[in-house]
């Protein structure tokens, strides 16, 4: 059963007198499965931000539709958004986006404190969580105390503990030094073995190989896709790689782009 | 590179950064304006022709001056940091462009010369055009002739050159500093460098608390108000110093108090606003501390001299019964007639009459209240005491009251009739000197009486049986260091209102009377009596001198109060607009974590009220508590209309109120346009 199901997203900025219009999206269709590990990728300006703030409900297409475990998220009225976008999705960001007035705890409580849980079972919540992202020991401490990398297990910790749907990571590794990255993206690796669904934008190479598969947005439309299938990390790195200079070259070798074009809307078998 | 290019760079800097700027440089024009006003009126031949309390009111403008100045001073230099704090960005990428430090200094030279040149030039414009029309006002609160002509005083402009000259550089010097302790790196993160998170200072603010508790209860305890001329300023220390406390220490104390408390604290909405309040109050207390000891100084300032401006006519009028008063001090039987006869010569001569004449001789001696019995004798009196347990005993003779106040009444031997109108519950007997007198009655009534009015302490009178009597206790008085037993504070008041109010005609008279006082001397003397000492009173003067003294202060008082509250404007617009920048992250993390538009809405803009109320708030309770301590001080000051100056306090309350509101939200839009 497919979670996310994306039809014929379109999504046109107008500027603000109206002048002149540019296509972030022009037609994007693909759909994530429960349980997949999904990472996306594009070049700066490919429409990669613009998709996931509209699979985020924090911005509107222009056509098109999302739909969340059958759900169409465009139909959800304005002022339940805030509370669907809470118990339904989780956000890892860039940046973390931890709020530097709370400690590491009310941080990760944030999600569950705005749905009106109680604190027994918020703590409740978080004694496994913590334990397996291993901050157990920074709890009480503030996102100014600690390093770039247990910022991002936090963020990580907060997008969990509401049990989401859907995990959207933004350019999780991006602001990590190589050993955070490397030990987020086998958390996220782990997580996603535990069931978790998590669709990740990204540029790395090397975070997209850690996926099941691999979306490719080029022009505002799914490109290409690569399933991990049977291979290894190395393996898909590789192909990635690959398929990214294709990409690159995109004019000069048209017909095999044509070549490997999958249809949008391609099922996973 | 060319010459200029610093001094280029320095106007764009200025231009581009408009929104922190404007603010600024308008407030540096104004208090350039106000500090020229002040000193310009203070020097202004102008109110030598006022004729009427110039010297009192010199003296006033004059400290009107230094507090200007001293505003000055603190203000331009808490705007100036908060305005370096935005810029450290801007300087930090100048600096990692490849600009040295020698190089930033340039710019930052060329920028403060172009603030210091517009606030003068500008301000001292507009302090020559408004002067004017303070100085009208100044008059007309007078009650005074306005004289023509405009007037530029060069002096109040060098001072007001100098001091700002010596600011904008001590500025610069600042700036300078702060360049050169930090590196780039800093720099460019600017304010936004990991807040710490603020630790709770207990003990801090239970001082804080204790001090705030200590001055409210001074103010509220103090029945006497020459204690409370004295313990005024203590109470004010004790308020100002708790306030700063409190808001520093005490709101961080308490929101972590809060924040303990689990199943309050894990609420939607009390865990925003109290995690989000502890790091408004850290980086706001001090600032709003500020506005709240402000706010208080221009309630309390503008409400009292209202309410004493206001009071004045009938304050006078209690104080001064009549247009003219004269004392003679000494032991005489004719000195009224003589001088009598003298004065019938001179309103014969002026052709003039006068009426409600008072005339009587009487005892008038300060007491010391030591163990319930009222000590009269000075060399009994402990000098250590404080001046508020001492008080004011007039003596007149039975058939002295009984001739003014048109009364039959009748006295046995060692009986009184006791006039004390600030003690409901007397004994019957009254413990005057060593002995007890009988009171037979108390009266309600008591001759009007210049010299007790004036004085600070509470006035007594007695009415005792004759003349022995008098004297006798006149006898329990002995000088200290002195074996004259005839020292005598017996004294003859003479006092009547013309019937004519002409100023020239009174002036004329006055001039007369006091000519024939040496012979006056001269002719008690010879009669056999002693005359010790005269005094008078003249009603105008003295009017003219308090009148002085109140129209300047209230000038004074409204225009500081001015003053203070554009501070207080520009402290909240800086704010909203730091607190705007601060925010603006918080608000986009909130909304992606799952918190609705409105709901952030809400939340912000409850705490941005409560931080900005505040303030509002502690001034409206400390001005309260004040209250009974200023209308003690403002009754020796004899206005006793406590319904008049409540009324005072209440409008300039409300009104303050009113315009509080309306910066805020006039600032409040500023904020917004940032955070969305």
């Known amino acids: 059963m497919s979670i996310l199901e994306v039809n014929h997203l379109k999504k046109v900025y107008t500027t603000r007198f109206g002048g002149s219009h540019v296509q972030a999206l022009t037609d994007v269709n693909f759909s994530v499965e429960q349980g997949e590990f999904v990472a996306i990728m594009g070049e700066s300006g490919s429409g990669k931000t613009t998709l996931l703030n509209i699979l985020a409900t924090l911005d509107r297409p222009t056509s098109g539709e999302v739909l969340l475990a059958g759900k169409n998220v465009l139909s959800i009225r304005e002022r339940e958004l805030a509370a669907f976008r809470r118990d339904n999705l989780g956000f890892v960001f860039q940046d973390f986006n931890l709020l530097d007035t709370f400690s590491i705890q009310d941080n990760i409580f944030l999600p569950l404190v705005l749905s009106g849980k109680k604190y027994p079972e918020m703590k409740q919540k978080l004694g496994p969580i913590a334990a397996r992202l291993e901050i157990t020991s920074l709890l009480k401490k503030f996102p100014y105390e600690v390093s770039g990398g247990q910022k991002q297990r936090t963020a990580v910790a907060r997008a969990l503990i509401t049990e989401p749907q859907l995990i959207l990571a933004d350019e999780p590794t991006g602001a990590l030094d190589s050993r955070s990255a490397d030990s987020l993206l086998r958390l996220f690796e782990e997580i996603n073995r535990g069931g978790q669904t998590i669709l990740m934008v990204t540029h790395s190479i090397k975070a997209a190989s850690s996926a099941g598969r691999v979306l490719f947005i080029k022009d505002g439309e799914v490109f290409h896709q690569i399933y991990r299938g049977g291979r290894t990390q190395e393996e898909l790195y590789q192909q990635i790689s690959d398929t990214l200079t294709l990409i690159a070259t995109g004019a000069a070798v048209a017909s095999a782009a044509n070549y490997l074009h999958v249809e949008g809307g391609a099922r996973h078998e | ?676």
């Open chain 2, 1 to 676: 590179m060319s010459k200029f290019f610093y001094a280029k760079l320095a106007a764009i800097n200025i231009r581009k950064n408009a929104r922190i700027y404007l603010p600024y440089l308008l407030t540096c024009i104004f208090t350039v304006a106000a500090y020229y006003m002040m000193g310009a009126l203070s020097v202004n031949p102008g109110i030598d022709d006022l004729e009427i309390g110039s010297g009192s009111l010199r003296v006033t403008l004059g400290l009107g001056v230094w507090v200007v100045s001293l505003f000055a001073c603190i203000f331009i230099f808490y705007t100036n940091s908060f305005l370096m704090k935005r810029r450290k960005k801007e300087i930090g990428l100048y600096n990692v462009l490849g600009m040295g430090k020698g190089h930033l200094s340039r710019m930052i030279f060329y920028e403060t010369v172009y603030l210091a040149v517009i606030s003068l030039v500008v301000g001292l414009g507009l302090g020559i055009l408004l002067d004017k029309a303070a100085f009208l006002t100044l008059a007309n609160l007078m009650q005074a002739e306005v004289p023509l002509g405009f007037y530029v005083s060069i002096g109040a402009m060098r001072s007001a050159v100098i001091l700002f000259g010596v600011l904008f550089f001590l500025i610069f010097l600042n700036s300078l500093r702060q360049i050169h302790l930090t590196n780039p790196i800093e720099l460019l993160r600017g304010g936004q460098l990991g807040e710490k998170e603020p630790k709770a200072r207990w003990l801090l603010a239970l001082i804080g608390a204790a001090m705030l508790g200590g001055g409210y209860w001074i103010a509220v305890t103090i029945t006497n108000p020459v204690q409370a001329l004295t313990l005024f300023f203590v109470a004010v220390i004790l308020v100002i110093l708790g306030t700063y406390c409190l808001f520093t220490a005490g709101s961080i104390a308490i929101l972590k108090l809060l924040r303990k408390n689990r199943s309050f604290y894990y609420k939607a909405n009390h865990f925003i606003a109290i995690s989000g309040m502890i790091y408004r109050m850290k980086q706001n207390a001090v600032g709003l501390a500020n506005i709240c000891v402000l706010s208080t100084m221009v309630l309390v300032m503008v409400s009292s001299t209202f309410s004493m401006y206001i009071g004045m006519e009938d304050m006078m009028e209690k104080t001064y019964p009549r247009d003219m008063e004269f004392l003679f001090q000494g032991d005489s039987e004719d000195v009224t007639e003589i001088f009598e006869g003298k004065l019938e010569e001179i309103l014969e001569q002026e052709n003039a009459e006068i009426e409600n004449v008072l005339s009587y001789t009487y005892l008038n001696t300060s007491a010391q209240k030591v163990n319930d019995r009222y000590i009269i004798d000075p060399s009994n009196q402990d000098n250590g005491m404080a001046v508020a347990e001492y008080c004011t005993i007039t003596v007149v003779t039975l058939e002295e009251y009984n001739r003014i106040m048109g009364t039959q009444k009748s006295l046995e031997e060692g009986e009184i009739l006791l006039y004390y109108p600030e003690e409901k519950n007397l004994d019957s007997v009254f413990p005057l000197g060593e002995e007890d007198w009988k009171v037979r009655e108390q009266i309600t009534e008591f001759p009007d009486n210049m010299q007790a009015n004036v004085m600070m302490t509470t006035h007594i009178g007695v009415v005792v049986k004759d003349k022995e009597t008098l004297l006798h206790i006149d006898q329990m008085r002995k000088w200290p260091g002195t074996e004259d037993e005839t020292t005598t504070e017996l004294e003859s008041c003479y006092s009547f209102d013309l019937k004519d109010h002409d100023p020239q005609l009174e002036e004329r008279i006055s001039d007369k009377v006091t000519y024939f006082f040496s012979s006056l001397y001269q002719e008690v003397a010879e009669n056999g009596g002693r005359l010790d000492m005269i005094r008078y009173y003249q009603k105008s003067q003295e009017e003219a001198l308090v009148m002085g003294l109140v129209g300047g202060l209230l000038f004074v008082g409204v225009f500081l109060g001015a003053l203070f509250i554009m501070a207080t404007i520009l402290i909240i617009y800086y704010k909203q607009i730091s607190e705007g920048y601060d925010d603006k992250d918080r608000f986009t993390i909130m909304e992606k974590v799952g918190m609705d538009k409105r709901e952030i809405r809400r939340t912000i803009r409850s705490q941005v009220l409560t931080v900005f109320f505040l303030p509002l708030i502690m001034a409206g309770i400390h001005t309260a508590f004040a209250f009974p301590m200023i209308s003690r001080i403002l009754q020796i000051l004899a206005l006793q209309n406590v319904g008049l100056y409540i009324l005072c306090t209440v409008i300039s309350y409300l009104a303050f109120v009113v315009l509080y509101s309306v910066i805020y939200m006039l600032t409040a839009r500023t904020y917004y346009k940032i955070v969305s």
